[in-house]
């Protein structure tokens, strides 16, 4: 590596995807030994072999570190990419962290959704699901935004339905409720600023092939 080489930064969504992403750059032969370490509140690790920084922010934050630059390259779910609506390529279907978007409900809702009623639909992700019930399915819902037990909305009678993230399925299940249609699937995406892709083109190239290679 040469000395006046810069780093390239990887901006990570904390928790589930972070441990799986990391495993997946030890396979290409990428480590950040630090990083591991569960009871670290350190944000950002360095590799300076590689000229390679790492740091850790909220999902929902890290398409905007890499529309602005802050970070060269995201790893980050489709959910938040859909939601967040950023400016950023969309490089690589990483093929873990799968699941879906989905409605969900009692199944007395069912009814409710066929018949283009004025419903109320709690989520995280308002943005999804204002796309999904005007511009596809041209239903004027009122959409409520949530923080995250989202199941609740239904079971306590603050919404009709919701839109959420479905992957095993046990939490609707726990709860008496169930899918009651698919909006679309999900999985952890690679993302990458749009200047640094021409900038650092060889660096990143190199990088988006090897991990294509052990997909
Ligand atoms: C997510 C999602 C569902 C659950 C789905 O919530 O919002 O609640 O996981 O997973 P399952 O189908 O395997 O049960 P998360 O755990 O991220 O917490 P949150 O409710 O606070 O958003």
Redesign the pocket.
């Known amino acids: 590596m040469s000395e006046d080489m810069r780093y390239l930064t990887f901006a990570l969504g904390k928790?589930r995807l972070a441990k799986k992403t990391l495993e997946l750059f030890e396979q290409i032969g990428i480590t950040c030994e630090e990083m591991k370490d569960k009871d670290s509140r350190k944000l950002i690790f360095v590799n300076e072999e590689h000229k390679l920084k790492f740091f850790l922010a909220k999902g929902p934050d890290v398409p905007t570190y890499v529309e602005y630059g802050a970070a060269d390259i995201g790893v980050v779910g489709k959910d938040t990419l859909l939601e967040e609506q950023r400016r950023a390529y969309e490089v690589l279907d990483l093929g873990f962290g799968k699941?879906r978007m989905c409605v969900c409900g009692p199944v007395s809702a069912k009814e409710l959704l066929k018949h283009h009623e004025m419903i109320r639909v709690a989520s995280?992700y308002p943005n999804i699901a204002k796309d999904y019930f005007y511009n596809k399915k041209q239903q004027t819902v009122d959409i409520i935004k949530l923080?995250?037990?989202?199941?609740l909305g239904p079971i306590v009678g603050l919404s009709d339905v919701i839109v959420?993230?479905?992957?095993?399925?046990?939490?609707?299940?726990e709860n008496g409720l169930d899918v009651l249609e698919e909006i679309c699937p999900l999985s952890a995406r690679m993302i990458v600023n749009q200047v640094s892709m021409k900038m650092e083109a060889e660096r990143i190239k190199k990088l988006i092939a090897d991990i294509k290679e052990i997909l």
């Open positions: 928790g699941c995280k923080n995250g037990s989202v199941e959420d993230i479905v992957e095993t399925g046990s939490t609707l299940r």
